[in-house]
């Protein structure tokens, strides 16, 4: 059974940056199609950005054009979401999830496996 588990959430000004870590165990997260979520208060789960297991598809979110990169490090079984120019708007829990199958649109329903979610707070 694939665990997830999120990381490196917390409170960051307007315009900083913070880099989320989703560690898996249990199996070789390099197999999995990855997608990372979010949820802000009062707000329904939406998709930030999903990339394939090869690396080779990804699908971002409008509102993260040119802010947020994903990354893998196969060697850790660890995937990482680097956020940079950060907006108040983006306060939110993140959520990372797997699937062995490739997304197509980037939704909640196209992932199997869930994290238990990180705190990400954009305030000044």
């Known amino acids: 059974q694939l665990q997830l588990v999120e990381s490196g959430g917390g409170l960051v000004q307007p315009g900083g940056s913070l880099r989320l870590s989703c560690a898996a165990s249990?199996?070789?997260?390099?197999?999995?199609?990855i997608g990372w979520f979010r949820q802000a208060p009062g707000k329904e789960r939406e998709g930030v950005l999903c990339i394939s297991s090869s690396g080779g598809r990804t699908k971002y979110a409008d509102f993260v054009k040119g802010r947020f990169a994903i990354s893998r490090d196969n060697a850790k079984n660890t995937v990482y979401l680097q956020m940079n120019n950060l907006k108040p708007d983006d306060t939110a829990i993140y959520y990372c999830?797997?699937?062995?199958?490739?997304?197509?649109?980037?939704?909640?329903?196209?992932?199997?496996?869930w994290g238990q979610g990180t705190q990400v707070t954009v305030s000044s």
């Open positions: 999830a797997a699937d062995l199958r490739l997304f197509s649109r980037c939704a909640l329903d196209e992932y199997e496996y």
């Open positions: 249990g199996r070789a997260l390099n197999y999995y199609s």
